[in-house]
């Protein structure tokens, strides 16, 4: 079982940042608010964490970048979609071509440079080497504080008051509204987070993962944890499940090129964006079950008058 | 608390919808006249770089209309998707394989190339665009997957493909193992402007043109004066009445999304059999997408449209003009379309909602 840990490694370092874009889109899209901007933000939250350390600043500074420029991305995006009534489908995509085009921008100094510092992996005596789970336990430090997101997520959304108000606010903004909940701060507060976690997962694939930079570097993957979100029906948990088996697609690619198997490398390429066509289509055949989960405000402005 | 608040209008203002793109190329104009100032550059040498070189002369003409044509097509075939809200983002995917199904026969016909080749290859084209947005329409339609995520996840296939063709089988021999396939020939190609008039001597604009020409009134006509055209407008802005009347969700997917195939494959051998010459691994500078942000700016019209493309164009061409002489980085360019179409969704607002001053008696 030698040869499995290092396909399950990979699989990991995949999901991991799929796993924090896809957690915060379903807490926007909890709140009802539908940001299809999600790869734009992964964009600029990496290529300022990437700029981070190329100035000199240490991890830590990456980090805060990274979720800082996501956030401020966000904040965009709700200035348009939540004050101004814009299209939310029509401004996510706006929001991603805007971003693409900055973090190419910011980034055109830094094409193929490596990163000034990473995250290394930090194993866990003992636990890391056990076979086929051993990867888990042989995370980065970001790909530990991605897990203890998820834990954070789970039980913000279902115990406690405030996870209570989001779902509220994005099942009915009006009987919210009627409760005295703000429905628009409690929705720019959701977007602003699902901003910032695809900052983090941007920063994560700049300094954690491929450490270096390239024009695209997400190359699609916001959009695939967009997909995500639906596959999971909008729980946090299924989230991080849907996530290893993309990550394990793409790890499968390339584990099947290095075995020397005679598919062609771009058809191995193409395997995470098929996987997730076929993952929603499976998911949406049964509509019913997707009508029963998703927030039944999804997509939809509400005008509040602030 | 700002000083004003939105009040919802009766009706949505009519004069509103034409001002509001006008006001985002202001507000766009101006936001880059301060990002060239922050760029060290002088305002006006660069607007004049961006905006005023590159279209004064027959070659500038010439590379405007190349660029516009394309996204005018796109974006006439995406504004009637748009229009009865389904959502094809992934009309860039659409136009590679219009390239590949019209590369496809020029290379393997090369030996009996002909009065017919050409032909061939437009129609070609447009079956690629249509079969590539019939997997998008067919999965929307009878399964119910989402047609923006397909859409644009079918897009980075189709890029893979592209390269694959392009590295491996298509591979021109002779092409120093650059991902190029072999020149196309004039029976291949769109005939030059130039050989017919004199003015455009030297430029690249040709035939392909057309094309967009004939789309324009055809697309005009579709949307104002066919039934199927009104259908699909009240599927779009009230879809509980198009049921009511019986009109069908899935054909009214099926077809806007094969309309929008068929334009972008159109784009595709426009380019190969124009411009380009060939396939290669990275023929496109984002036309499918620039054209979500041609049609939302041209309104959803078919007389809007053009014009928005005319705009987008010469931000792509002004683009180029600057790096040259300006030394700007290229992706700016994206920038501004980002800016361009934040800025236009953001001023909407203005035409369902006025602006009202807190405190005054509400009208």
Not at chain 1, 197 to 225: D, H
Request: aromatic share 10%; glycine share 12%; with cysteine.
């Amino acid at each position: 079982m030698d040869s499995i840990n290092p396909l399950v490694a990979s699989a990991v370092a995949a999901a991991i940042p799929l796993m924090l874009a896809a957690l915060g889109e379903l807490v926007t899209e909890r709140s009802g608010v539908l940001n299809l901007g999600v790869e734009g933000m992964m964009l600029v939250g990496a290529v300022a964490a990437f700029a981070a350390v190329a100035h000199g600043g240490g991890l830590g500074a990456a980090v805060l970048a990274g979720v800082l420029a996501g956030a401020l991305a966000a904040l965009a995006f709700g200035v348009l979609t939540i004050s101004l009534q814009a299209s939310q489908v029509a401004t996510g995509l706006a929001l991603t071509i805007l971003g693409t085009g900055i973090s190419a921008f910011l980034g055109r100094g830094y094409v193929g440079s490596r990163a000034a510092a990473s995250f290394e992996e930090l194993p866990i005596p003992g636990l890391s080497a056990l076979p086929l789970v051993g990867p888990f336990f042989s995370l980065t430090l970001l790909g530990y504080v991605a897990v203890a997101l998820l834990a954070a997520i789970t039980w913000f959304l279902f115990r406690t008051r405030g996870g209570l108000v989001v779902r509220t606010v994005g099942e009915s903004p009006a009987v919210a509204r009627s409760l005295g909940m703000r429905v628009s701060r409690i929705r720019y507060a959701a977007t602003l987070f699902g901003g910032a976690m695809a900052g983090l997962a941007g920063c994560y694939y700049a300094v954690a993962q491929f450490k270096m930079w390239q024009e695209g570097l997400t190359s699609g993957n916001g959009w695939i944890a967009l997909a995500l979100v639906v596959f999971a029906t909008w729980r946090p948990l299924r989230v991080a499940i849907g996530a290893l088996l993309f990550g394990g697609v793409t790890a499968l690619g390339l584990y099947l090129q290095t075995v020397g198997i005679h598919i062609s490398a771009f058809a191995l390429a193409s395997l995470p964006y098929l996987a997730t066509v076929a993952v929603l289509v499976a998911t949406s055949s049964n509509q019913l079950a997707l009508r029963r989960n998703a927030p039944a405000s999804l997509g939809k402005p509400f005008f509040d008058g602030d | 608390m700002l000083p004003f608040q939105l009040v919802r209008r009766a009706v949505p203002s009519r004069a509103m919808q034409w001002l509001t793109p006008v006001l985002a190329a202001a507000l766009t104009l101006v936001v880059g006249l301060a990002i060239f100032a922050a760029l060290g550059q002088d305002p006006v040498r660069a607007f004049r770089v961006y905006f005023v070189d590159p279209i004064s002369d027959a070659n500038g003409v010439s590379e405007l209309l190349l660029k516009a044509s394309p996204l005018c097509l796109i974006a006439l075939g995406l504004a009637i998707g748009f229009r009865a809200n389904v959502w094809n983002i992934g009309a860039e995917g659409q136009m590679y394989l219009g390239g590949v199904f019209a590369t496809g026969i020029a290379i393997h016909f090369q030996e009996h190339w002909g009065a017919w080749t050409l032909p061939s290859m437009i129609l070609a084209g447009a079956i690629g665009g249509m079969l590539w947005a019939s997997i998008t329409a067919f999965l929307r339609a009878q399964l119910n997957a989402n047609e923006i995520l397909v859409s644009l996840m079918l897009t980075y296939v189709a890029d893979l493909l592209v390269k694959y063709l392009v590295f491996g089988p298509w591979r021109d021999p002779n092409g120093n193992n650059f991902p190029i396939t072999v020149q196309f020939a004039d029976d291949a190609l769109f005939p030059l402007f130039a050989s017919w008039w004199e003015w455009f001597e030297g430029t690249r604009l040709n035939a392909s043109l057309f094309i967009t020409l004939v789309a324009i009134p055809l697309a005009w006509v579709f949307v104002k004066r066919t039934f199927l055209g009104f259908k699909l407008a009240v599927a779009g802005l009230a879809p509980a009445a198009a049921r009511y009347a019986g009109y069908s969700e899935k054909r009214a997917i099926w077809v806007v999304l094969l309309i929008g195939g068929a334009c972008a494959g159109l784009a595709g051998v426009s380019e190969v059999a124009g411009p380009l010459g060939q396939l290669n691994d990275r023929w496109t500078p984002g036309y499918g997408f620039t054209a979500i942000i041609v049609a939302a700016l041209g309104r959803l019209s078919p007389l809007g449209i053009p014009l928005a493309a005319l705009l987008m164009a010469l931000l792509y061409i002004g683009g180029e003009s600057a790096q040259i002489s300006l030394q700007l980085p290229r992706a700016i360019a994206l920038v501004f379309q980002g800016l361009l179409l934040m800025f236009l969704l953001g001023c909407e607002v203005l035409v369902n909602f006025r602006l009202h001053r807190r405190g005054a008696a509400l009208a």
